[in-house]
């Protein structure tokens, strides 16, 4: 594993260091969204509760990713905290399945996931206003177990319950050479068949983006980090990456609400 980009095992490897994030209830408001949408004419929408009468709730960005050694896991945690910091938006950090055997992960070395973080089912997808997607690379495109779990969203696809969705990449590979670019370029027929709108953070990191003093992940398509043998944790300056596109998708996210009615249908024909 690894070649072409992915992560390469390490004996001496040890899981990355993480807190912990309690993923909240899906709150669904009285409208019919379109491909999941939750619109609204603000940063949030109202939630009916016969017993709490009106209350508003926060935008919601799903992020769903699949680490294998903790790199992903760790960029997702920051991207969390930028969307957090955006008034009005929430994020929830979701996993994907894992494809492969207790026993092949165990000879991988892979260390074990916690439980703070829950796996995500495809029908939940359609609770989110907005979706950040993070993955590793396989030969320069996602793993296998994301791609797994793409291949499932088939009865989403079928009524484009996804359609018009704000959704973005984050990545890992082993090498400078690895996919950086290439992973994100190849996940977005992802998106595209299933019409959501691909957000990109372009050069909006600012001068973060052009320096050249050190090694950094990440490109114009998204987040991203170099692991290395596995051993590698992340840069700071990978984390500020992956924490200003939780916060730049944020606001995409806002500014999508406002242009939503109140009650449309979950089709667009």
């Known amino acids: 594993m690894g070649k072409g980009g992915g992560c390469v095992p390490s004996k001496k490897r040890a899981p990355l260091g993480a ?26 929408a109202p939630f009916q509760d016969g017993a709490l009468g009106t209350v508003e709730r926060k935008l919601r960005i799903f992020i769903v990713f699949y680490s294998m050694y903790g790199h992903i896991e760790v960029l997702a945690r920051r991207m969390k905290e930028g969307v957090d910091g955006i008034d009005g938006v929430e994020g929830v950090l979701y996993r994907v399945p894992e494809t492969m055997s207790p026993e092949v992960l165990k000879q991988m070395r892979v260390p074990p996931k916690g439980d703070e973080i829950p796996v995500i089912s495809v029908e939940e997808l359609v609770e989110a206003d907005g979706l950040l997607f993070g993955f590793p690379t396989r030969y320069g495109s ?19 319950k996804l359609a018009g969705v704000p959704a973005g990449f984050f990545v890992s590979t082993g090498t400078q050479g690895g996919g950086q670019e290439t992973t994100a370029w190849t996940a977005i027929t ?13 050069y909006t990191f600012g001068a973060g983006m052009f320096k050249m ?3 950094r992940g990440g490109s114009p398509y998204g987040a991203g980090v170099f692991s ?30 406002h242009r939503f009615s109140a009650k449309r249908d979950h089709r667009i024909s």
């Open 142 to 160: 996602m793993a296998a177990q994301m791609k797994a779990f793409f291949d499932s969203t088939g009865g989403l696809w079928n009524e484009q």
């Open 228 to 257: 290395g043998d596995g051993t590698r944790e992340p840069s700071e300056t990978e984390l500020a990456l992956a924490e200003h596109q939780g916060k730049y998708m944020a606001t995409i996210v806002k500014r999508f609400s």
């Open 190 to 202: 992802q998106l595209a068949h299933h019409g959501m709108v691909y957000v990109p953070i372009g």
């Open 19 to 44: 807190s912990d994030q309690d993923a909240p209830n899906p709150v669904r408001d009285g409208s019919i969204p379109i491909g999941g949408q939750n619109p609204s004419t603000d940063a949030t």
């Open 213 to 215: 003093d050190s090694i």
